[in-house]
């Protein structure tokens, strides 16, 4: 089963600072796809909770924002508000593998972090903190930090029962954040020292203000106020509470569904009609709530939505899995109205984020309503992945353009033509003598409410949401992956929200070769002669360590596999290679006087070792030792390891393998996680013999 293992701070570090130099990309993330705006953009800023950042798009809690590598990889491709994933209680979940199914719309059965608490809070204070170096860095942003409105928020988030959040693990966790001081100066003695600038940044002790409580299964409605009152009253932090989508009620959300939207085959799981929270009394406990956040100098708001449980009919997941959680385009229609209700029995001033089918085309009309944040999770699965952030700034700014509007709030008012009876209403509500900023923040209030109806009903009309418009899945050739020559066109590497899958250079290759067959007698011969081919110069591997086996990059990878299995599974210690076991799989390990590499195919182990001063190999099964010339490859001289009860063949074409894995996974044009592990900290030569 598949473990996800952070990779050391170090390590990271040097990626962040060796890879954008040596190939305009950072975590396989090219240059052209990172976020940088234009000074003579209109300003996307917005408030959440009281702080500025530079725009209100983000990842949501999920998969994007369990790792450090994929923070930072969200703050690169745009994102300002980062909702890192759910921590709980039960920090030791086995997730059932393939887990996220994005075919054509989205269901996935996994919902918390897969870290243990202690990971994932190093993970998240690591993560900012490389944001910081890369913000502050102007060879890797350029002139942007100085114009950017505000820094990056991040928004914690923590589940899913009172009994689990009073508990030490998620006390210290909160503590945690609200002050990193130790996390944060532990890592700093990790970066290296000739990173001097980045030694030298003050990194924020505290990471974030605000938590978004996630109550996904089944909590009573008393029970969700106390945990908001232990949030906001004890721990002094800002709250989100998540909605979840079966509070518009069974009527309403399956016509939606099913009459609406025609996704007959659908069905909701009946008991999350029942356990989860109601809307009424989602109404009262905003009311309260709101009361009692304001007496402690807090705010309160509601995040729409949760994904809707529905009863699993795909045979994508491992068997067993009776339910499974709905994402995407139908989610979009369903929480969209479910977010206009709300909104009509509240009032505009109630803070709503917003995370439901958020894409490039209705990330702008989510904005124009007023929703801080405006998140993501099933479009970043997509081909494009982190980079289709970006996307959504664009559309924003574009249509920002044309109505000739210079800030966020000048964009709701004016969206949907809506700033004269909003301003109606605004001073109906004020009254008379009220000073002219408090009138026009209520007016962009009650601006987003009237957005929030046109919005949720040009969603309900629009045909691309309809299920005949998403029944297409990602097609297939007749094709088989194996370990090299793949089509690379790159989409596995987009889609993996870990950064897991990678590329590496390989020279082409075309030649004969033979086993070495060696008899009980210790003589040896020329086995069977077979040939050897690479017809391509750039590879796919997976690093194994940040591979949760999560299915995404074999739903859109046009070949049979899976790349996450077929392709090299690359370990980043012999402690996780060991503990893999059965699992195929290589480790690399390198120092000045040379290096090997160790493999696990078919259950056998192999391992080459590579001697620098004699330019030699030395290859063996477990049973024969060959040592063999650097550069011809010729057999030097053949040695059994123990006694042989029979022939024994050498496998030829193995070694040939593991020589072309090693030099191309070590090779400095393509920075990843195994060399910059090792060349960091024993630099041998990039032109290893092939």
């Known amino acids: 089963m598949a473990q996800l293992r952070p990779a050391p701070f170090r390590d990271l570090v040097t990626r962040l600072h060796r890879e954008p130099r040596a190939r305009a990309a950072l975590f396989e993330l090219p240059r052209r796809k990172w976020y940088q705006p234009d000074p003579d953009d209109p300003d996307l800023g917005v408030s959440f909770h009281g702080a500025r950042a530079g725009n209100p798009a983000g990842p949501a809690a999920g998969p994007h924002t369990q790792m450090a590598q994929n923070i930072l990889l969200s703050y690169v491709a745009g994102g300002r508000i980062i909702e890192l994933k759910t921590v709980q209680d039960n920090d030791q979940l086995t997730i059932p593998r393939p887990c996220i199914d994005m075919a054509n719309v989205g269901y996935n059965i996994e919902w918390s972090q897969e870290l243990c608490i202690a990971e994932s809070l190093h993970e998240y204070v690591a993560g900012s903190m490389l944001i910081e170096m890369f913000r502050h860095d102007s060879d890797l942003a350029g002139d942007t930090l100085d114009s950017l409105p505000g820094a990056v928020i991040y928004d914690i988030s923590v589940g899913y029962d009172l009994a689990s959040i009073s508990r030490d693990k998620v006390r210290g966790f909160l503590d945690g954040v609200r002050n990193a ?38 909590c009573p409605a008393d029970e969700i106020e106390k945990i ?3 949030l906001i009253g004890e721990h002094d932090f800002n709250l989100m509470v998540k909605m979840n989508p079966t509070m518009l009620g069974k009527q309403r959300l399956e016509h939606l569904l099913h009459d609406v939207l025609g996704y007959t085959e659908l069905r909701v799981n009946e008991q999350a009609y029942t356990t989860g929270l109601a809307f009424d009394e989602a109404v009262e406990l905003c009311r309260r709530l709101t009361d009692f956040a304001e007496k402690r100098g807090r705010r309160v708001g509601f995040k729409f939505s949760n994904t809707l449980e529905v009863r699993n009919q795909r045979d994508f997941f491992p068997p067993g899995n009776e339910v499974a959680y709905l994402s995407g385009q139908p989610l979009h229609v369903i929480t969209m109205t479910l977010a206009d209700e709300f909104r009509q029995k509240v009032g505009p001033h109630m803070p709503i984020s917003f995370s439901a089918g958020i894409d490039r085309n209705n990330f702008p009309l989510a904005v124009a309503c007023g929703f801080v944040p405006v998140t993501a999770v099933t479009d970043l699965l997509r081909p494009g992945g982190y980079g289709r952030l970006g996307w959504y700034l664009q559309s924003l700014t574009d249509e920002m353009r044309k109505l000739d509007v210079v800030n ?21 509500e004020l009254g008379k003598g009220v000073d002219a900023n408090e009138l026009n923040r209520a007016a962009v209030a009650w601006a987003g409410l009237l957005n929030t109806s046109f919005v949720a009903k040009l969603a309900r009309d629009d045909p691309r949401y309809r299920a005949y418009q998403n029944r297409r899945v990602p097609a297939r050739i007749d ?8 089509l690379t066109n790159g989409k596995c590497v987009e889609v993996c929200p870990n950064a897991a899958n990678f590329t590496y250079p390989t020279p082409i290759l075309s030649f004969d070769h033979q086993d070495v067959v060696v008899s009980s007698d210790g003589k040896w011969s020329a086995g069977e002669s077979r040939r050897f081919e690479i017809t391509k110069d750039v590879q796919i591997a997976c690093y194994a360590d940040f591979c949760n086996e999560c299915g995404n990059c074999d739903t859109f990878c046009p070949e049979y596999g899976g790349p996450y299995i077929e392709k090299p599974n690359f370990f980043g210690s012999v402690e996780s290679w060991e503990q893999a076991a059965p699992r195929d799989g290589f480790v690399v390990h390198e120092q000045p006087e040379g290096g090997w590499i ?13 001697v620098r001063q004699t330019q030699q190999y030395i290859f063996d099964d477990g049973t024969i030792e060959a040592l063999l010339t650097g550069w011809g490859h010729t057999i030097v001289s053949i040695r059994p390891l123990k006694p042989l009860a029979a022939d024994h063949c050498l496998d030829m074409r193995i070694y040939h393998l593991l020589r072309c894995l090693r ?16 060349l960091a900290r024993c630099r041998p030569a990039s032109g290893a013999p092939r």
Request: hydrophobic fraction near 40%.
């Open 598 to 610: 160790r493999a696990r195919i078919d259950g056998a182990v192999y391992q080459l070792t590579f």
């Open 181 to 218: 001081w130790s996390l944060v100066e532990r890592l700093r003695a990790e970066i290296p020292r000739e990173l001097t600038a980045a030694r030298d940044l003050n990194y924020p002790a505290r990471l974030s203000d605000s938590v978004t409580l996630s109550t996904f299964h089944g």
């Open 408 to 428: 966020i709030n000048e964009f709701i008012l004016r969206r949907f033509d809506q700033e004269e009876e909003a301003r109606r209403r605004a001073s109906a």
């Open 479 to 486: 094709s088989h992956l194996d370990t090299f020559d793949c």
């Open 228 to 230: 908001c009152e232990l």
């Open 663 to 678: 030099d191309g996974v070590l090779n400095e044009q393509y920075v990843n996680q195994i060399n910059v592990h090792w």
